[in-house]
């Protein structure tokens, strides 16, 4: 099967659009809801955005992803409303644009996934240390400045993806010299420093946890590529450890996902790389691992359902530590209604393992969860339901015609 681009990159650089007057042209762009409502929300601003995707889409193939162009006109609105902000966390992306742009902005504090309280307060804080005002007023995070941000040194307690991101975005049009030390170096954040650095911006340190950036006082418009989903790769890589058989993950990228395949191979699943990506195979009982979600390059919060979903399955116990989002154990309830052995305090749980799982109804929460469940399903005795599946689709597209084409046994009902 083949992964797309990464939906938690493709959204971030459709908010750097926003830096430039022009048009921007955004490719391998995943097909999935997330990717129109950021457009929507681009539209209220005073964009035009068409997105394009191939007609005669093929995940089998490669054909999944598209192009987004950006139309960027030289004055924007500054409000970015609640009804479109609500529907995705990554909607915030768009106020350092938006302040560096318009000098101000009024942006709904924005919904997501149900993983965590996921606050703002390193966002706030860091476009503060940048010359901004920056407070919530009726559920908007309002913020202005005399003129253009002023460069800071900043520290973030946290190497938080979306505050790396937005300071980022702030930071490459201010007046003078910016440092982000203790910064995020996710591979989306890799790939929007690339974008950034095309539009004209001085940014060094890319990929380390210090960030230093000269500003500039305009950038230009681009084409972009984004950079292939880890997360999409990685749960990929999971499936054939929970459900059984051999997948090749064309697209994936090793280097993105190195801990996590270390672990699934040192379990006894066989991992193999070639040159345009990696195959993951396994035909018996996994020993199981610990995991501890940490910022990259530590292992993804993004997979801990899927390291979860696998260590119930497995021989022996497992610690599985959260560190990341608080909430995400909320998906351990549904996997117990599977037949799962665990027990969660906190942000550990402990997972012992057993040789299979027996098929019931359950609930989808959020896209890693409903996805980690699906394969938690196929590993398990009889007929799993998944309700909100919906959920699953923010994430991935075509998710069950890949899996049909692996050969699942997966249908999609239309429950009403
Ligand atoms: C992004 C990803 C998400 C991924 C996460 C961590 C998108 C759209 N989503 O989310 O899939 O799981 O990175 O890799 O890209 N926090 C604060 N204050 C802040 C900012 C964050 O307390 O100002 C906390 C959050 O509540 C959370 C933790 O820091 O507990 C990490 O959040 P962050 O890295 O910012 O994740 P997101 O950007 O929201």
Known sequence: MYVGGAKNSALKLM???????????????????????????????????????????????????GTVTIDVPQELKWEAPYELVRRLRASIAVLGPLVARCHRASVALPGGDAIGSRGLDMHMRGLQELGARVWIEHGQVVADVPDRFAGANLWLDFPSVGATENLLMAAVLAEGHTVIDNAAREPEIVDLCQ???????????????????????????????????????????????????????????????????????????????????????SDKQLKAFDVVTLPFPGFPTD???????????????????????????????????????????????????RRELSGAPVVAHDIRAGAALVLAGLAAQGTTTVAESQHIDRGYPYFAEVLRSLGADVERMNIL
């Open 195 to 281: 974008m950034l650095i095309s539009m004209g911006a001085r940014i060094d340190g890319i990929s380390t946890s210090t960030l230093v950036i000269e500003g500039v006082s305009s950038l230009s418009p681009v084409e972009h590529t984004t950079v292939t989903d880890r997360i999409v790769a990685g749960t990929w890589a999971f499936a054939p450890a929970i459900a059984g058989g051999t997948v090749t993950v064309e697209g994936g990228v090793h280097a993105h996902l190195d801990l996590v395949l270390d672990k699934l191979a040192a379990s006894g699943a066989e991992v193999t790389d070639h040159a345009t990506g990696f195959t993951v195979s």
């Open 15 to 65: 908010a750097a659009s926003l830096l430039a007057p022009g048009r921007s042209k955004i490719h391998n762009v995943p097909d999935i809801l997330d990717v129109d409502v950021m457009g929507q929300l681009l539209e209220r601003l005073g964009c035009t955005v068409a997105i394009a995707h191939p007609q005669d889409a093929d995940p089998t193939r490669g054909l999944i992803s």
């Open 303 to 353: 997979l801990q359902p899927f390291a979860l979903a696998l260590a119930s399955i497995s021989e022996g116990t497992a610690m599985i530590t959260e560190n990341v989002f608080e909430a995400r154990f909320m998906f351990a309830q549904e996997l117990a209604r599977l037949g799962a052995d665990l027990r969660t305090d906190g942000h550990h749980a402990v997972v012992r393992g």
